[in-house]
């Protein structure tokens, strides 16, 4: 055997050996423990109109919200937690050019709002099912497109890498979940709607603009955790 021969076999043993050692990926997690006290439980999804159905009542289109579910993806990264989000194609018919969680609607083929986000994500960023841990649900949100978006926490594989759908998703990025949990990082802002003011919440991330739903959904998160810390 060659020196360089020797030098490959060794480094294959000793990347071997460090897989094994690994700790399997959700656990690698900091906030796992934190987030499954403070999640709804994957068997106990909540119910009701969603936490903010009465700012809605007179904005959102009459009739029963169509069910939807995202995936919010937390990726254990050596500097800190981060949190996937994509930005949508711009040519979409909902929320085109915006940055959100992967996930769409439940079709009726899916058992349930957890199978709905991983199809999504799936079909948006080639998410296998295998590389995410789903850990629990946030309260449900409703939409002014008239939504009733289910998000689930996960833990995504660290080794993952999106190839986004072109006709989609425009972009795959990550911010650190210490930003999105800092309530200074969080403002309200006015915009018109329907010729009308109406405030939303928005954080300011470079390069992205992280507003309405997506925003509102990681308040929910914060609002978890801080709920068992």
Do not use: C, K
């Not at 010729?195 to 470079?206: D, I, N, Q, S």
């Amino acid at each position: 055997m060659s020196d360089e021969q020797r030098l490959a076999f060794m480094e294959q043993v000793l990347s071997a050996r460090a897989r094994r050692h690994r700790p399997p990926f959700d656990e690698q997690l900091p906030e796992r423990e934190q987030l499954l006290r403070a999640l709804y439980p994957l068997d106990a999804p909540p119910h009701g109109p969603g936490w903010n159905h009465e700012e809605l009542i007179d904005l959102a289109p009459s009739g029963q919200p169509a069910e939807a579910a995202v995936l919010a993806a937390l990726v254990p990264r050596p500097q800190g937690t981060g949190v996937l989000l994509t930005r949508r194609n711009d040519g979409l018919r909902h929320h085109g050019g915006q940055v959100s969680f992967p996930g769409g609607r439940v079709e009726p083929g899916d058992r349930d709002a957890v199978a709905a986000a991983l199809r999504e994500s799936r079909e948006e960023i080639a998410l296998d099912a295998e590389q995410v841990r789903p850990l629990g649900y946030l309260d449900p949100f409703v939409t002014v497109s008239g939504f009733r978006v289910m998000p689930v926490v996960g833990v995504v594989d660290p080794g993952f890498v999106a190839r986004p759908s072109p006709d989609e998703v425009a972009e795959v990025f990550e911010v650190p979940l210490a930003f999105l949990m800092d309530p200074d990082n969080l403002r309200s802002i006015e915009i018109q709607f329907r010729g009308r003011p109406r405030r939303v919440l928005e954080y300011a991330w470079p390069g992205q603009r992280i507003w309405g739903a997506t925003a509102a959904i990681l308040l929910n998160l914060r609002r978890h955790l801080e709920q068992v810390r």
